[in-house]
């Protein structure tokens, strides 16, 4: 069902350690050089960046995905490559095009971007930590499962049923903010958000034998966009 790490993995810990503290000084590096008087916003950015990939890596969760179930290889394939090169676009804007910019200080939609992105990851680390919560090893397989009454149980699938990619989107929302790019956001909502209702939908597919009984209940939460009474 899921391939989430449970179990310490010292090895797995050390490499993850050592690869975010390269990052740490690549980015540190590249905008002191690129950008040195607008750096702030974007350096902060790329610090919660760095560690927020480094939990997900950590324990085993694909970037950009749920981790409830393994995502599929041609929709994951096919959002990495639109999220990738959508991050290097709205930097290179940003530092060096500044052809989508909105015309206000980038400061203005930088904290604003910030404060949006670190929802995001607070959104997606969140629902790692209860999934991680309630996952089980099976004896035999060393398959990681979750019971169905459990997963529904949780404090974020009662909001929605993927919350997980809600955070993905809010994530993209506030990046486009923090290099104050109104191109990023137009590509969040053109290309963006239907990958994310795509991967959506195929997850719903897999998880209607692994809920069963409970399906009719998932399907009563709002899908992707809470709805507040």
């Known amino acids: 069902m899921s391939s989430l790490v449970l179990k310490f993995r010292t090895g797995r810990f050390v490499w993850t350690v050592l690869v975010s503290l390269y990052f740490g000084v690549f980015f540190?590096?590249?905008?002191?050089?690129?950008?040195?008087?607008?750096?702030?916003?974007?350096?902060?950015?790329?610090?919660?960046?760095?560690?927020?990939?480094?939990?997900?890596?950590?324990?085993?969760?694909?970037?950009?995905?749920?981790?409830?179930?393994?995502?599929?290889?041609?929709?994951?394939?096919?959002?990495?490559?639109?999220?990738?090169?959508?991050?290097?676009?709205?930097?290179?804007?940003?530092?060096?095009?500044?052809?989508?910019?909105?015309?206000?200080?980038?400061?203005?939609?930088?904290?604003?971007?910030?404060?949006?992105?670190?929802?995001?990851?607070?959104?997606?680390?969140?629902?790692?930590?209860?999934?991680?919560?309630?996952?089980?090893?099976?004896?035999?397989?060393?398959?990681?499962?979750?019971?169905?009454?459990?997963?529904?149980?949780?404090?974020?699938?009662?909001?929605c049923r993927h919350p997980r990619y809600l955070g993905t989107l809010v994530q993209l929302i506030g990046i486009a903010l923090i290099f104050c790019s109104w191109g990023g956001l137009l590509l969040v909502g053109v290309l963006g958000l239907p990958l994310i209702l795509i991967q959506v939908r195929y997850e719903e597919k897999a998880l209607a034998p692994i809920l069963k009984s409970e399906f009719s209940q998932f399907q009563q939460v709002a899908m992707l966009f809470p709805r507040f009474r």
Request: proline share 8%; hydrophobic share 55%.
């Open 28 to 159: 540190t590096n590249f905008f002191a050089d690129a950008v040195p008087e607008r750096m702030v916003v974007p350096l902060i950015f790329a610090y919660l960046f760095v560690l927020w990939l480094a939990v997900e890596y950590y324990f085993g969760s694909p970037f950009f995905q749920s981790g409830v179930v393994e995502p599929a290889p041609l929709w994951r394939g096919v959002f990495a490559f639109f999220v990738y090169p959508y991050i290097g676009y709205v930097v290179a804007d940003f530092i060096w095009w500044r052809q989508t910019q909105f015309p206000v200080p980038h400061y203005v939609f930088g904290i604003l971007g910030l404060l949006i992105f670190g929802f995001g990851v607070y959104i997606r680390l969140a629902t790692l930590f209860g999934l991680i919560k309630i996952a089980q090893i099976k004896p035999n397989t060393g398959e990681v499962v979750f019971s169905p009454r459990r997963f529904l149980e949780l404090k974020w699938q009662k909001i």
